[in-house]
C-alpha cells in the first residue's frame, strides 16, 4: 500500500470511528443496571439466575392468549416551569400511542408486503390512567408537583423518585405502572429509562420509567426543541419494552443477544431513519432483510419505529405472568360497566351521522354535570365535553376525523355508552 492509499484509509477508519462516537446513549437503562452490579456484584448472578428460569417458563407454558392485559398507570408530572407541567391531553395523548404499539394498531404498521410483517406480534397489554389510588379513592392517574430544581442532571435521575431528594414516591409499584415525566438536562442525550421485572423485589422504590416532557406524548411539548424527533410518544414504548424485560435489539454490546430469537442480530444501535435493507448479512449474521432498525427496542427516530415482534410480546407477557404477575390483581383501574345504546334512553342526539355539531338533550337531571367523553373503536380517549349542565346541548366534533365513535358518560360505576357517526363530508 503506498503513502497515499495509506492516508485516505487512515481517513476512512477515522470517520467511520467518529460516526460511530456520536452514537450516545438516549436510552439509560442498561447504564444505571450496570453501575448497580458494578455496586453489587452478586447482582450478575441474580439476573443470570431469573433469565434462565423465564427461558424454561417461556419453554414449558404455552402462554394462554389472554384477550386483553389492562395496566393501570399514575403519570407523576415534576415540573420547575410552567409549560413543563404538561396538560392531559399530552398525557392522555400517549396513553393512546400505547395502546396502539402493544396493540399492534399502530397507523404506521408494516404492510404485509414487508419481509419482517410476519413477526410483527400484537401483545394484547393496553394502559388505562389508573382510576382507584392506593387508598382506593378515585383518582385521574396523575400527579403534579412543582419542584425546586430547574433540571435533573443525568447523575441525578434516580433521586426523581424520591421526596428527600426532591421528587415523588411511586405509587406500589405491584398495582401501579409508575411513569415521571420530568425536564432532564438538555445537554445530556438521554430521553428516558426503565426498571427491569426482575428488580422489581430488590428495587421496589425504583420501579417504572423516567421520562423527558420533550419525549412524551403527541402534543404540547412532545417533539419541541432540542428534541425533534421524539414526537410520536415511542420513548415511552420503548422504555415500557424494559420495563416488561425487554433488551435492546443489539444486546447492548458489539453483536449482543437479547434473548429473543425473532429479532434479526445487530452489530450495534441504529440511529435516525434507515432504508431497507439495513446491514443486510452484517458480521453478526443477519439475513439478507438486514436489521430490524424498525424495532421499539432500537434508538432510530419515533417516525421510524413500528413494530415489536411475537418474541418480544411472548417474553413480555411472560414476564407479567411471572415477575409481574401481581398488577394482574391490581385495584387501581375499575373498568365501569358498559351498557351500550342505554345512552339512547336518557339522551336524544342528533344528527347521526353528525355533520361537526352533535345536538344532546338530556332528560335526566342527576346526570347534568358529568362529563362526556368520546372515545374510538378500541377505547382510547378523542375528546372531553365538560358540564352538560343545558337541557339541550351542542358538542362539536368539527376537529374530529370522520370515523365511527362511542359518546360515552360515566356515573357511579356505569357508562352509558352509544355509537355514532361522523361525516362531514
Ligand atoms: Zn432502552
Not at 477508519?13 to 456520536?22: C, G, K, P, R, Y
Not at 414449558?60 to 408530572?77: F, N, W
Not at 385495584?331 to 336524544?348: L, Q, S
Request: with cysteine; glycine share 6%.
Amino acid at each position: 500500500m503506498n503513502k497515499q492509499l495509506l492516508l485516505l484509509c487512515l481517513l476512512i477508519v477515522t470517520s467511520i470511528s467518529n460516526l460511530q462516537a456520536q452514537v450516545k446513549d438516549k436510552c439509560y437503562t442498561n447504564i444505571i443496571r450496570e453501575e448497580r452490579i458494578k455496586n453489587n456484584p452478586s447482582l450478575k448472578n441474580e439476573i443470570e439466575k431469573k433469565e434462565n428460569f423465564l427461558q424454561n417458563y417461556l419453554k414449558t407454558h404455552k402462554l394462554e392468549k389472554r384477550s386483553e392485559i389492562i395496566i393501570p398507570v399514575v403519570v407523576h408530572v415534576l415540573y420547575f416551569k410552567p409549560e413543563e407541567n404538561i396538560s392531559d391531553e399530552q398525557i392522555q395523548s400517549q396513553i393512546t400511542v400505547l395502546n396502539e404499539d402493544f396493540g399492534l394498531y399502530n397507523k404506521d404498521k408494516l404492510t404485509d408486503k414487508h419481509a419482517f410483517y410476519k413477526y410483527c406480534g400484537n401483545s394484547g397489554i393496553q394502559f388505562k390512567l389508573a382510576n382507584v389510588d392506593t387508598n382506593g379513592n378515585s383518582t385521574k392517574g396523575i400527579t403534579r408537583t412543582k419542584v425546586s430544581k430547574e433540571f435533573w442532571k443525568e447523575a441525578e435521575l434516580e433521586d426523581v423518585k424520591f421526596e428527600k431528594y426532591g421528587g415523588v414516591k411511586n405509587w406500589d409499584p405491584k398495582s401501579y405502572l409508575n411513569i415521571w415525566v420530568i425536564n432532564i438536562d438538555d445537554s445530556s442525550n438521554i430521553l428516558g429509562f426503565a426498571s427491569f421485572p426482575t428488580d422489581l423485589t430488590s428495587y421496589p422504590d425504583y420501579d417504572g420509567l423516567v421520562i423527558r416532557h420533550q419525549a412524551f406524548g403527541t402534543t404540547g411539548t412532545a417533539g419541541s426543541d432540542p428534541f425533534p424527533e421524539t414526537n410520536l410518544g415511542r420513548t415511552a414504548t420503548h422504555e415500557i419494552g424494559h420495563w416488561l424485560n425487554l433488551f435492546h435489539i443489539w444486546g447492548d454490546t458489539l453483536c449482543g443477544d437479547d434473548m429473543v430469537a425473532d429479532t434479526e442480530p445487530a452489530d450495534s444501535a441504529n440511529q435516525n431513519c434507515p432504508k431497507f435493507p439495513h446491514n443486510a448479512k452484517n458480521s453478526c449474521g443477519s439475513s439478507e432483510n438486514g436489521e430490524m432498525y424498525m424495532n421499539y427496542m432500537d434508538y432510530t427516530s419515533d417516525a421510524c419505529m413500528n413494530m415489536f415482534t411475537i418474541g418480544q410480546t411472548e417474553r413480555m407477557k411472560a414476564s407479567i405472568s411471572t415477575y409481574r404477575k401481581f398488577i394482574l390483581n391490581s385495584k387501581g383501574y375499575n373498568v365501569a360497566t358498559i351498557i351500550e345504546n342505554d345512552f339512547k334512553n336518557n339522551f336524544k342526539i342528533s344528527p347521526i351521522p353528525s355533520n361537526g355539531t352533535l345536538q344532546i338533550y338530556c332528560n335526566k337531571k342527576q346526570l347534568f354535570e358529568s362529563e362526556i367523553t368520546l372515545v374510538d373503536l378500541f377505547g382510547n380517549h378523542i375528546k372531553s365535553f365538560e358540564n352538560i349542565s343545558e337541557n339541550t346541548t351542542e358538542l362539536n366534533c368539527e376537529d374530529i376525523p370522520d370515523g365511527m365513535y362511542f359518546l360515552q358518560l360515566q356515573k357511579n360505576n356505569l357508562i352509558y355508552s352509544v355509537k355514532i357517526i361522523i361525516n362531514k363530508q
